[in-house]
């Protein structure tokens, strides 16, 4: 059941992605060409999924637990580290150059793109490269853990 | 880079896929307590196969979260419906940019999903600043590939 839910939550995003253009990174690349063929269409797709979002988590909230899990568990930090200014920095870089962020690399790769075909490789490399990058000292927020 | 293709304004449509993304991402919390982070959920399902430093044990879910994203271009051809992508033919270019995205988000613990649609969902301040720097970021990327080195 956890699968199979898991697998239809993934199937909706996915949905989503794809019917919104966001899974099209031509659409994508022209959304943040401010300055060319600006395609706003993407400001809809935020606009739409955290609203939905907004709304929906409050709505959730007001149960005492997850129907599948023991507890809700989110994120509770609120500092300001350099982590999380570098790393939204590199990655705003990698999807102005591709056009891709991580869910519609995923949701487009049965469409067999080879630009996709090499993407989605690397950025798993770079997800678990990353991962081990960040237990280095150099990027350890001070204090933390 | 590569060629610009024009694409058409598409409010409806994409608001209606941003309510579907928005579904799933109150699905994920609703079902399983967790942020819908395809970064974060990719990095849990990755790390079946290559271990990670901190990932969740509990990674069913991510597992069959992935093979639903996987499947859901394949439902829409199945019935028929239209699916428009034009990705890079550079493959150097698409190599570098999917290593600077998954660097970057696990670095910056989260991406477009994550930080933007759930974190902004949440009012977390952490997540607002992620979001205006990675679109600063982008837009500048995008500026400088079309608008300077392009002639665009």
Request: with cysteine; aromatic share 8%; proline share 6%.
């Amino acid at each position: 059941m956890r699968s199979f839910l898991g697998f239809l939550s993934g199937l909706v995003f996915g949905l989503g992605l794809v019917i919104s253009g966001m899974a099209n990174p031509a659409k994508v690349l022209n959304f943040l060409d401010l300055a060319g063929a600006w395609d706003p269409s993407l400001a809809f797709v935020m606009a739409g999924a955290a609203g939905v979002t907004f709304i929906g988590y409050r709505l959730a909230w007001r149960q005492s637990a997850p129907v599948m899990s023991e507890t809700f568990d989110v994120p509770t930090s609120t500092t300001l580290d350099r982590p999380l200014i570098a790393g939204a920095a590199i990655f705003g870089i990698g999807w102005g150059i591709g056009g891709f962020c991580p869910g519609p690399a995923l949701t487009a790769l049965p469409l067999l793109a080879p630009g996709t075909l090499v993407f989605v490789p690397a950025m798993l490399f770079g997800l678990w490269f990353g991962a081990y990058a960040k237990s280095l000292p150099i990027l350890s927020p001070k204090g933390a853990n | 880079m590569g060629p610009i293709t024009p694409t058409e304004f598409t409010p409806w449509l994409s608001l209606g896929g941003g309510i579907l993304i928005g579904l799933s991402a109150v699905m994920v919390m609703a079902l399983f307590g967790r942020i819908a982070g395809i970064s974060g959920i990719a990095r849990g399902a990755l790390s079946v196969l290559l271990p990670s430093e901190g990932v969740s044990q509990d990674r069913g879910w991510r597992v069959a979260f992935v093979l639903g994203l996987l499947a859901a271009p394949l439902a829409m051809l199945l019935v028929g419906a239209p699916v428009e992508q034009t990705v890079s033919g550079n493959l150097f270019g698409m190599m570098i940019a999917g290593l600077l995205v998954g660097v970057g988000t696990a670095i910056g613990s989260g991406c477009t999903s994550g930080h933007g649609v759930c974190g902004l969902a949440r009012l977390s301040p952490r997540s607002a600043v992620a979001v205006v720097t990675f679109m600063v970021a982008a837009a500048a990327t995008v500026f400088i590939l079309r608008h300077v080195l392009g002639g665009a």
